[in-house]
């Protein structure tokens, strides 16, 4: 079966602080993808990878970095939390290209509140 | 880039009836796939359906690339469809990743 696993559901930070969102798949994808979903806005792609030590800006990278030291982990960080990242975050991988019928794989979710 | 729209935004169903959901994109597409996500969050690809027609039990689905829209059936609805249905599509164009519509949310009730 296979699993995309987070490292939490759900988290609560303080305005500020640094925080590190843990994404581990177990399928040996190449590509793996951070999502953040918000009501109405369907989910909206932060960063992906395709490669370990690879990293690509998505469509709203502004205030977050991310880093794949190895294939099957991949971590998004908040540098400096800001309330209006209060959010459902999402990590998917997928084995290949997006413009073939490879599926990609979400994992259960975090639902990060930044107070 | 390109917008996806889905509609309608929320939809009630009783147990039992049809419905169809529909995902217009603004530009082609090489691409288009339908998730589910479950009440607990859970995503899960129902159809890469790039063109033409495919069906998976109660659930079947229709692109028209021509005419830039895509549409997802679902048939005898029940209580476990509740959830919201993304569609996403691709462009080679804008690279190798997912655009997301904003979702429909359908509850199924009993």
């Known amino acids: 079966d296979v699993k995309v696993t987070q490292s939490s559901r759900y988290l609560v930070k303080r305005t500020g602080e640094k925080v590190f969102l843990e994404c581990v798949q177990d399928m040996d994808h190449e590509n793996m993808f951070w999502y953040r979903q918000d009501p109405g806005l369907g989910l909206r792609l932060i960063y992906f990878s395709y490669d370990v030590k690879m990293k690509e800006k998505g469509d709203i990278p502004e205030g977050y970095s991310v880093s794949r030291e190895k294939k099957e982990r991949f971590s998004l960080i908040l540098e400096s939390a800001s309330t209006n990242q209060t959010s459902m975050y999402l990590c998917?991988?997928?084995?290949?290209?997006?413009?073939?019928?490879?599926?990609?794989?979400f994992g259960p979710g975090t639902r990060l509140t930044v107070l | 880039g390109i917008q996806v729209e889905q509609s309608p935004p929320d939809l009630i169903l009783q147990e039992g009836a049809n419905s169809t959901l529909r995902c217009n994109f603004s530009d082609s597409v090489n691409n288009l796939q339908w998730f589910h996500q479950n009440p607990w969050g859970q995503l899960i690809n129902l159809f890469y359906?790039?063109?033409g027609t495919k069906q998976n039990g109660r659930l079947s689905a229709t692109t028209v690339a021509t005419e830039r829209y895509s549409l997802l059936y679902i048939s005898s609805s029940q209580t476990t469809d509740s959830g919201v249905y993304f569609c996403?599509?691709?462009?080679?164009?804008?690279?190798?990743?997912?655009?997301f519509g904003g979702g429909t949310r359908v509850l199924v009730k009993p």
């Open positions: 359906i790039p063109s």
């Open positions: 998917a991988s997928r084995a290949g290209e997006a413009l073939g019928p490879d599926t990609q794989y």
């Open positions: 996403a599509v691709v462009r080679k164009a804008a690279g190798n990743k997912l655009t």
